[in-house]
């Protein structure tokens, strides 16, 4: 069967009718909270780490490094299997899919805690998102087929609230573990939840199959497709210490490009493609994947130096950091479940252009921050930005998996989920080297400015890799005129530098109004909530 009679099959108006449930099992409401339970794991899982990672890194004795990559080696294997874990859940039912992920995501979490070496923390990380790409596909695929087309969208907005809150009270929560408790409890945490989500799942989750849901696998297309992977977000996460012209970065790339080519081609030529190729023939769905992907390089490229500037300018705990942020999850909490009623009554194309637009206000506003901005002034940009970051998460979700046949609601999910992880570090990287090179330029002149003694070369790169975080490079026994100076200084590059990186986070979302409206209600929405019950 081809990709193409795939796609046609699953726009057939005789799709079965949702069935009513009865009981516990299978009832929609229920279904979301069992798999809200899980995917607020990993949501958090993303942010209450990084304030864990400097106890991480005096405790164990990691280098700088080291500690990166207890982030990185998470969400690069999160982006490398997000695809192939949604075929699975396509393959061998979203259910099971979902349980064995949150089972391994919290073993992986304890043993994180039971660590004593950064290689071990490191690589139950990475386990950590494995599976955690298990899950996340698998929970939208649940929800696809639990609940009817008309509240489809009312249920993906309060799965997106639980993603938006998760991933920014992560600072807060983290803060307050790793302050009170230790930062083993960060990780220890996941522990009971995993338990909760497991069992609430074992008793609610009915596993829904389409009856054309595909039989083998694409074992070299899960290769391709993984090998591309790979190399794209290991090229973005190496490009800040590499050097963006370095040859090195470019090999990757052009290794990631040849393994697209070559995954493209194959997925032509098998019966049972991995990523069918007619999916993108939906111009809705194609916009989609792109527009979550902008709408990540905007907000996670953006809102990475916030937290910096909050810290380090501000002089703020990594708690009350977080808490400076609520405005941006409140708005989030309060504007998902609205902006998913929005879109079930006059469609996506609306609310999406609409929150790029607030999107692309709230990062122009942003860039005009400095270092004596009121609270106030901040909260208004948070809260802006909140509000217009809650109908893309809500619409671009229902836009992707809405636009995919059943049999490849998990496919989809995990396209919406890579997109988005390869948005994030591409904008954190990408408007990391804006950031650096804004620094770079601007610093030599400040300092002489400033009528500070000149740095040699190791103490003008030192100087560079402090200010692009904001901190200050003052040497212990400086006067205290010349170390205000080097502060006025550190502080006026920095906010210079951020400012630039959100300017360039708000065209970044103005260019993403227009492909919002490209998208359209899915076309198969209608099938939500059919097939094979077991």
Not at 359 to 371: C, I, K, P, Y
Not at 489 to 517: E, K, N, P, R, S
């Amino acid at each position: 069967m081809t990709s193409q009679t795939t796609v046609d099959m699953a726009k057939s108006p005789e799709s079965p009718a949702p069935a009513s449930p009865k009981g516990l099992r299978g009832h929609p409401w229920l279904t979301l909270f069992s798999v809200a339970i899980g995917v607020m794991m990993v949501a958090l899982d993303g942010t209450i780490v990084a304030i864990a990672n400097p106890a991480i890194k005096n405790d164990l004795g990691a280098s700088l490094a080291d500690v990166q990559w207890i982030t990185n080696g998470y969400f690069l294997a999160l982006a490398v299997a997000l695809i192939t874990a949604g075929k699975l859940g396509d393959r061998f039912g979203h259910r099971q899919t979902f349980l064995i992920g949150v089972t391994g995501f919290a073993v992986a979490s304890g043993a994180i805690g039971l660590s004593h070496s950064i290689a071990l923390v490191v690589t139950f990380r990475v386990l950590q998102g494995l599976f955690g790409a298990l899950l996340m596909p698998a929970a939208l695929g649940l929800l696809r087929a639990s609940f009817p087309a008309e509240k489809l969208n009312m249920a993906i907005g309060i799965w997106g609230m639980v993603i938006g809150a998760s991933t920014a009270g992560g600072p807060i929560i983290g803060g307050l573990l790793v302050e009170h408790v230790s930062w083993q409890s960060v990780f220890f945490v996941n522990v009971p939840v995993g338990v909760v989500a497991l069992v609430v799942g074992a008793v609610i989750l009915r596993d829904h199959r389409a009856e054309n849901a595909p039989k083998s696998f694409d074992i070299l297309g899960i290769l391709l497709l993984s090998a591309a992977m790979f190399c794209l977000v290991w090229a973005i996460i190496q490009a800040p210490t590499w050097g963006w012209g370095d040859g090195l970065t470019w090999l990757f790339i052009i290794g990631s490009l040849v393994c697209f080519g070559l995954f493209a081609f194959w997925e032509t030529k098998v019966k049972e493609p991995l990523v069918p190729l007619g999916l993108f023939r939906s111009v809705p769905l194609s916009a989609g994947v792109i527009l979550m992907a902008l709408m990540a390089i905007a907000f996670l490229g953006g809102i990475f130096f916030i937290t910096f500037y909050l810290q380090n300018v501000h002089g703020m705990s990594p708690v009350d950091a977080g808490l400076h942020l609520l405005p941006l999850t409140g708005m989030m909490i309060v504007a998902s479940p609205l902006a998913g009623w929005a879109i079930t009554k006059v469609g996506p194309r609306i609310p999406l252009a609409g929150g790029m637009v607030f999107t692309a206000v709230a990062m122009f506003g942003m860039s005009t921050l400095a270092t004596d901005t009121s609270s106030f002034t901040m909260s208004i940009w948070f809260a802006l930005l909140g509000f217009g970051l809650a109908p893309v998460m809500v619409g671009a979700t229902e836009v992707i998996v809405g636009n995919a046949p059943m049999e490849l609601s998990g496919v989809a999910g995990g396209l919406q989920q890579a997109s988005m992880q390869i948005g994030g570090s591409l904008g954190t990287a990408v408007l990391g080297a804006i950031m650096a090179s804004k620094v770079s330029s601007d610093l030599p002149g400040n300092w002489t400015a400033a009528g500070l003694p000149p740095l040699t070369g190791a103490q003008a790169d030192a100087a560079t890799e402090a200010v692009q975080v904001g901190v200050p490079p003052v040497a212990p026994g400086t006067p205290a005129a010349i170390a205000e100076k080097i502060t006025s200084v550190t502080y006026d590059t920095f906010v210079a530098g951020m400012g630039l990186a959100c300017l360039v986070a708000a065209g970044v979302a103005a260019v993403a109004v227009f492909v919002a409206l490209l998208t359209k209600r899915g076309a198969n929405a209608d099938a939500a909530g059919g097939g094979v019950h077991v």
